[in-house]
């Protein structure tokens, strides 16, 4: 008893896993159809803006900061700094704090795929910082595109000018020997799940700006044919339209 510690709660004595497969789930949903998007704005007060998203095996909470004076030298145009961070248990296998390279990556390419949206040349001499967090990340192509989405609604609710709302929409190509009769090489998975992405040939994230009818960026990983890509291009463009649309709602309600 002498060594309790009344600071802290009291972890079960003994914990089991989930009964998962290691095939994960099986696909309840069109292929084309995406997974329930929430998101909300003004959760972090502190804050110049904030949103949070959640979607089926995804949560992410980012917050937006300035325009604030940046120091020396001169830029006619503003600068965007986005940082990326994980939860310890943001994944299956719990993360070492400090000691994660990953979200240095991710935050390149989401300052790729955010910047074409931001008008930072009306922002001379300032910086805008994003900072997102991910509390559960179940695939990268769903953090990145869930990821983009939290950041404009976040730099919207901010006040930031903005060209259009940029969105995030990711898309898996099945590989030849994945499970199921209902999966080919040649039909795409609409913002594919954890054990989706992990069983597909090539995935895909697309950052797009559905009002302007424009895309800002495209990441891919794996390996696929120019037809493959371009049916997936325009799979997540339908995806990136629904993403819009809840982002859209959102920030009305918040307004």
């Given at each position: 008893?002498?060594?309790?510690?009344?600071?802290?709660?009291?972890?079960?004595?003994?914990?089991?896993?989930?009964?998962?497969?290691?095939?994960?789930?099986?696909?309840?949903?069109?292929?084309?159809?995406?997974?329930?998007?929430?998101?909300?704005?003004?959760?972090?007060?502190?804050?110049?803006?904030?949103?949070?998203?959640?979607?089926?095996?995804?949560?992410?909470?980012?917050?937006?900061?300035?325009?604030?004076?940046?120091?020396?030298?001169?830029?006619?145009?503003?600068?965007?700094?986005?940082?990326?961070?994980?939860?310890?248990?943001?994944?299956?296998?719990?993360?070492?704090?400090?000691?994660?390279?990953?979200?240095?990556?991710?935050?390149?390419?989401l300052t790729t795929l955010l910047?074409?949206?931001?008008?930072?040349?009306?922002?001379?001499?300032?910086?805008?910082?994003?900072?997102?967090?991910?509390?559960?990340?179940?695939?990268?192509?769903?953090?990145?595109?869930?990821?983009?989405?939290?950041?404009?609604?976040?730099?919207?609710?901010?006040?930031?000018?903005?060209?259009?709302?940029?969105?995030?929409?990711?898309?898996?190509?099945?590989?030849?020997?994945?499970?199921?009769?209902?999966?080919?090489?040649?039909?795409?998975?609409?913002?594919?799940?954890?054990?989706?992405?992990?069983?597909?040939?090539?995935?895909?994230?697309?950052?797009?700006?559905?009002?302007?009818?424009?895309?800002?960026?495209?990441?891919?990983?794996?390996e696929a044919d120019v037809d493959?890509?371009?049916?997936?291009?325009?799979?997540?463009?339908?995806?990136?339209?629904?993403?819009?649309?809840?982002?859209?709602?959102?920030?009305?309600?918040?307004?």
């Amino acid at each position: 008893m002498a060594t309790f510690d009344r600071r802290r709660i009291p972890a079960p004595e003994t914990s089991r896993p989930r009964a998962v497969s290691l095939a994960g789930p099986s696909r309840t949903r069109a292929h084309d159809e995406p997974r329930p998007l929430f998101i909300k704005t003004g959760l972090v007060t502190q804050a110049n803006g904030s949103a949070y998203v959640e979607a089926d095996g995804v949560k992410i909470a980012c917050s937006a900061f300035g325009p604030r004076q940046r120091p020396p030298p001169f830029t006619s145009s503003g600068t965007l700094n986005v940082e990326v961070k994980f939860a310890p248990f943001a994944s299956c296998v719990r993360r070492a704090p400090l000691r994660d390279t990953e979200p240095i990556s991710h935050a390149a390419v989401l300052t790729t795929l955010l910047q074409p949206a931001v008008h930072l040349h009306l922002l001379p001499k300032l910086a805008v910082d994003v900072h997102v967090y991910v509390l559960e990340g179940d695939s990268d192509a769903g953090v990145l595109a869930a990821g983009l989405s939290a950041a404009c609604a976040a730099l919207a609710d901010a006040g930031i000018p903005l060209a259009a709302l940029a969105v995030g929409s990711s898309v898996a190509l099945p590989s030849p020997s994945s499970p199921g009769p209902s999966l080919s090489p040649s039909s795409a998975l609409l913002d594919p799940s954890g054990p989706e992405c992990s069983a597909a040939s090539a995935v895909l994230t697309l950052g797009a700006m559905p009002a302007l009818g424009r895309a800002t960026g495209l990441h891919m990983t794996g390996e696929a044919d120019v037809d493959a890509v371009c049916g997936m291009v325009e799979v997540a463009l339908g995806g990136a339209g629904a993403a819009h649309t809840a982002v859209a709602q959102a920030l009305l309600e918040a307004a």
